[in-house]
């Protein structure tokens, strides 16, 4: 069974710039959830989508959003992008929603570096 | 606010020489507690759930504790492939979202 992908795995943008980050689940897994991942602040909750409806929502300002696609893949968008933003994108996947289950499938992750 | 606060940042250990990771809580109504281990440039790795206080999970060499207030990984006899950063979780009654801790960074010397 494939595991999580997500693309790219790389990418190095400029400020002002817009990123989009996609995320294949789990072949059956509907819900997927977003994180961001930064040394100092650990794992933050971008968001989660189930059956293409945006579930929940973290603290972050509205240039970061989201969609998931009625085959359960998810791509999320950040825009006019700050130094701030670089981290490491996290894309995780369970059958019945981190609501219900603290058990996340996680890809690699996608690596961005705003310069 | 529910708050996760792991302990050591870092542990560096010889090969054989056990010791145990800390995950302090504190939650209105804990539906859940997990563990993740994560290796460089990779995601986190599902590793147990515990739901309620006494309950413990085993799994090779690790082994997870639960009380009211914290919880332990306890590695035994560790190999360097135990070598990880190993993350801790909680979900509470008033909250939809995970809450993570910062992890604590593993190094298991040959």
């Known amino acids: 069974k494939a595991g999580v992908t997500q693309t790219p795995r790389y990418l190095i943008k400029t400020r002002g710039q817009q990123v989009t980050l996609s995320c294949s689940p789990i072949?059956?897994?509907?819900?997927v959830s977003w994180y961001q991942q930064t040394p100092g602040q650990g794992l933050q909750f971008l968001f989660e989508y189930f059956s293409e409806t945006q579930r929940n929502k973290g603290n972050f300002p509205g240039r970061f959003s989201g969609r998931q696609f009625s085959n359960s893949r998810s791509e999320m968008n950040v825009s006019t992008l700050e130094l701030g933003d670089s981290a490491l994108y996290l894309c995780a996947s369970s059958q019945t929603g981190s609501h219900l289950t603290g058990e996340l499938f996680f890809g690699e992750g996608s690596r961005l570096t705003v310069l | 606010e529910d708050q996760v606060t792991q302990s050591p940042e870092a542990l560096r250990l010889q090969e054989g020489e056990s010791s145990s990771l800390n995950c302090s809580y504190t939650v209105s109504g804990l539906r859940g507690l997990f563990w993740y281990r994560q290796d460089p440039g990779k995601g986190p790795e599902f590793l147990f759930t515990l739901y309620s206080a006494g309950e413990e999970k085993e799994k090779e060499r690790l082994k997870a504790t639960l009380t009211k207030k914290e919880s332990f990984l306890h590695i035994t006899a560790p190999k360097p492939e135990d070598s990880a950063t190993y993350l801790c979780?909680?979900?509470?009654?008033?909250?939809?979202?995970?809450?993570w801790g910062l992890g604590t960074s593993l190094a298991v010397n040959p």
């Open positions: 072949s059956g897994h509907r819900s």
């Open positions: 979780a909680l979900k509470g009654g008033n909250n939809r979202k995970l809450i």
